[in-house]
């Protein structure tokens, strides 16, 4: 029998080496925990560039199909914004990019595909069913027209969605007026009144153009003539004002507008034969104020 401090001293041998793997193991699952941390970090950085190249790619793609598209090479456009999407898959500015491209190309109905797709997508994009509407207003088909226009102008833009909004509903009451539709363009002429800066001679001019297709002659002159307060000056909105107001038998302003044309564009042929015609008329009116019995009579003769 071993003396109890002998015995003592082998049990404290033995039990040594497992203490020590006690205190190794902590260390190596430290250890192994900073290894898969390094592991996942690389990871993470190696897929993030991947995804970078990715998207590299895909906007190299897409410049080159913006660039065949301004140069009009409509199919290699189409092949290019592919290329993009390939890159890209998600990307909806590439995927109505290459719609766009499609119908450039003649290649209706695989635009209108994709155009549906992105609608499906997203049913209140602005400019997908702006894209539909002009697809629809090209076939004549004046249900869906409406429909994708009243979509255009009511749904979401990126950028700029007044502007885009008021241009759809202008682009609406144009198509209106080509499918002898005067009535409802009239409507749609009215809510752009409504709503149209007052700071733009340009749309005053072009919704004047509009009214005065619709035939609305005294809405045409109206805007003219605002189109004219802001750009007293404007040849265009002069000459705009003159006729609407000819048409309207207000010969008086006709003659003012038109006089005014003439001094700023000798040239303009059309206004200088209604200004002529404007004062003619002027000088045979028996019922302009100012006039005695004598000269209204002879008026009313001749």
Known sequence: ???????????????????????????????????????????????????????????DWFQRGEKAMQASRYAEAVDDFRNALVYSRDDQEYRLRLAEALIAAGRIQQARAHLLNLLEAEPGDGE???????????????????????GAIYGAWREDPISHRLNARFELAEFLIAAKQPQRAEAELVAIAAGLPEHRPDLHIRLARLFSQAGDNHAALEQYKA????????????????????????????????????????????????????????????????????????????
């Open 1 to 59: 029998m071993q003396p109890p401090d002998i015995a003592m001293a082998t049990a404290s041998g033995g039990m040594r080496p497992y203490i020590s793997n006690l205190n190794r193991e902590p260390v190596l699952f430290t250890g192994v925990i900073l290894l898969l941390g390094a592991f996942f970090v690389l990871t993470n950085v190696l897929v993030a560039k991947y995804h970078e190249e990715q998207e590299k790619l895909g906007r």
């Open 128 to 150: 997908v069913n702006l894209e539909l509407a002009r697809l629809a207003a090209k076939e004549g088909n004046l249900r869906d027209a409406q429909r994708y226009y009243q």
């Open 227 to 302: 189109a004219v307060a802001l750009a007293p000056d404007s040849a265009e909105a002069l000459a705009g004002a003159g006729e609407a107001a000819f048409r309207e038998q207000d010969y008086a302003a006709a003659e003012d507008f038109l006089q005014r044309v003439v001094r700023l564009n000798p040239s303009d042929s059309h206004s200088a034969d209604l200004l002529k015609l404007s004062r003619l008329v002027l000088r045979m009116d028996p019922f302009r104020r100012g006039l005695n019995s004598t000269e209204r009579a002879r008026r009313a003769v001749e």
